[in-house]
């Protein structure tokens, strides 16, 4: 997959070869205060092919000791800077500095079928249930 990158941008990294994420790091520090959130543009651009999508990851190690979240759809064709929305869900201020992981970008397979207007649906064994409807 190519990328680019802009001034001050990280080349994305996998910290092992079988690792399903590629890590892309923060450019800027930003104090994300408890219940908040801060915008990241990573300066990475990243060449996703027809067929698949870019999913941005929560990194595990944020999410667990800073309860840092991050959820993300990068489409292919999209050439424009990833971005990452990181939300603080926990208590305290979170600095966020240059040069730190800050998500993962996972590249999947996705289906794009045609949509076809009906009147209605096929009956199912799950039909319309939903939340709770299993009763957990």
Do not use: W
Request: with cysteine; charged share 20%; hydrophobic share 40%.
């Amino acid at each position: 997959m190519r990328i680019t990158l802009d001034d001050g941008a990280y080349m994305p990294t996998r910290a092992h070869a079988t690792d399903a994420g590629l890590d892309l790091y923060a450019r800027t520090a930003v104090t994300i205060p408890p219940g908040g959130s801060g915008v990241f543009d990573t300066g990475v651009h990243a060449a996703i092919p027809a067929g698949y999508v870019g999913m941005l990851k929560s990194k595990s190690g944020l999410n667990v000791k800073k309860n840092i979240l991050c959820e993300g759809v990068i489409d292919a064709g999209y050439t424009g800077p990833i971005v990452a929305k990181l939300y603080n869900h926990g208590t305290d201020a979170v600095t966020i500095e240059p040069g730190m992981k800050i998500t993962q970008l996972v590249i999947l397979p996705i289906l794009t079928p045609e949509l076809e207007l009906a009147d209605c649906l096929e009956d199912t064994e799950r039909g319309a249930g939903g939340f709770g409807s299993t009763g957990a």
